[in-house]
């Protein structure tokens, strides 16, 4: 695509040159020496507006730069600062008007290191509700309303396709749907609406091959992607997914280590009998490699508690596994409390000859108590996966509240702040 050469004309405040690069679609235009803004409409030029600031602002990007958006290179030929009060509180952004005497005008603007490459639309959007919010419908996207304001131009440099003054003011609405931003501008009884798409710094110095690093970007924009949007739908599949294979690792074992009785007898206990609590049971046979066995006791307590203390002893070597376990079940009409049942895992018992030593205990005057007790050799300890569980949890909780928490801070500024429960669900609509 071939330069178009800018033409020239002499300021009539203080008679330097000034560069005109939009050509007929030029309106107005600074003087870059004394800032009088010129009326470039007629070939008799004429001051519209002399500059009464006392500081002149340096745009981040030159007029006069020329870069390539979208496969098409622009030149940057404009430049103000948009200011908006709100309350005791003043902010701005910076705005670039970029030509291409081929594709016209676009514009690029600036907050806080957030950029966004804005074109003027033709088309008019369609109201929309979407979770019970205002918003538009445009291009196949619903956009919801954030913020209004009243935006006033505090400075001016370059030309423009309109007669720009410091001063002018516009009512601005904003509707996003990040990357996206769908904005409009009334003044006159005309509404002007554009569409934008958030750029990082890094694309824009790529774009102008500007020296040096872009600053860096402060806070969350309002139509900045988040970067757990996507994530969060695949991380929670991804948690779906890995506690399947959990559950059917789970199965597995059972089928590896089902596990099996090595003893089981029924007992009764009373306190009215004055004979020692303390006994042991036969002998038993526990066969295989070192692993656990699992310590069953079933009761029939009712309203009442025991404590039983165990030693699993080995019969030919003396070794011995001293444990023990309450049992306590309690009912009334609110409900019950506690379980008639307990169970203790012994982990890594060697194979041999066992017996167990039992010692009952119950409160004074307790009734009778009948009980089992059935130890298992070789018994799948599903601890660890519940564990293994928790754990996978932790990954895709962590990335859903960093989604909420930057959520929280994109609509903190908004005027249409939604709900958490809106945060945390899926991605982009």
């Given amino acids: 695509m071939p330069a178009v050469q800018a033409k020239s004309i002499s300021c009539p405040n203080c008679g330097g040159p000034v560069e005109l690069r939009g050509f007929a679609h030029t309106l107005s235009v600074v003087c870059p020496q004394c800032m009088s803004v010129l009326d470039a409409s007629t070939p008799e030029v004429q001051i519209l507006q002399k500059f009464q600031g006392k500081t002149q602002i340096k745009p981040t990007i030159p007029l006069g730069t020329r870069g390539k958006l979208g496969g098409t290179q622009y030149q940057v030929i404009g430049f103000q600062v948009r200011r908006v009060a709100s309350g005791d509180d003043t902010y701005s952004w910076d705005e670039y008007l970029l030509f291409n005497p081929y594709k016209g005008f676009r514009y690029i603007t600036e907050y806080n290191g957030h950029w966004n490459f804005v074109h003027v639309e033709t088309a008019l959007p369609e109201q929309s509700r979407s979770a019970g919010k205002f918003a538009m419908r445009y291009g196949g996207k619903t956009y919801l309303a954030f913020d209004s304001m009243t935006a006033s131009t505090a400075y001016v440099l370059g030309e423009f396709p309109w007669r720009v003054q410091t001063g002018d ?158 049992v306590s079940y309690y009912h009334d009409s609110d409900g019950s409390e506690g379980s008639r049942n307990n169970s203790v895992i012994v982990p890594a018992v060697p194979s041999g000859q066992y017996y167990l030593r039992v010692e009952p205990e119950m409160d004074t005057g307790s009734p009778f108590m009948r009980y089992e007790l059935e130890l298992r050799r070789n018994v799948p300890n599903y601890g660890f996966f519940g564990l293994a569980a928790l754990l996978l949890l932790i990954p895709p909780a962590f990335t859903t509240f960093r989604r909420a928490s930057f959520e929280a801070a994109r609509w903190r500024e908004s005027d249409y702040a939604p709900s958490m429960s809106r945060l945390t669900s899926g991605g982009d609509d």
Wanted: hydrophobic share 40%; with cysteine.
């Fill in 169 to 326: 003011s516009v009512a601005c609405q904003d509707f996003v749907a990040p990357p996206s931003m769908l904005s409009s501008e009334a003044t006159g009884g005309e509404i002007t609406w554009s569409c934008a798409e958030y750029m990082t710094g890094a694309q824009v110095w790529q774009a102008f091959q500007l020296p040096g690093s872009p600053p860096p970007a402060y806070g969350v924009f309002a139509n900045q992607s988040s970067p757990y949007g996507a994530s969060i739908g695949s991380s929670w599949r991804t948690w779906l997914w890995l506690n399947v294979g959990l559950a059917a690792l789970i199965f597995f074992f059972m089928v590896l280590s089902p596990g099996h009785v090595a003893f089981s007898d029924h007992y009764a206990y009373s306190q009215g009998v004055k004979t020692e609590s303390a006994f042991v049971t036969p002998t038993f046979q526990l066969d295989g490699r070192d692993s656990n066995v699992e310590l069953k006791i079933h009761t029939d307590l009712d309203n009442n508690w025991a404590y039983f203390s165990f030693a699993l002893i080995n019969d030919q070597t003396g070794q011995a596994f001293d444990f023990g376990r309450e």
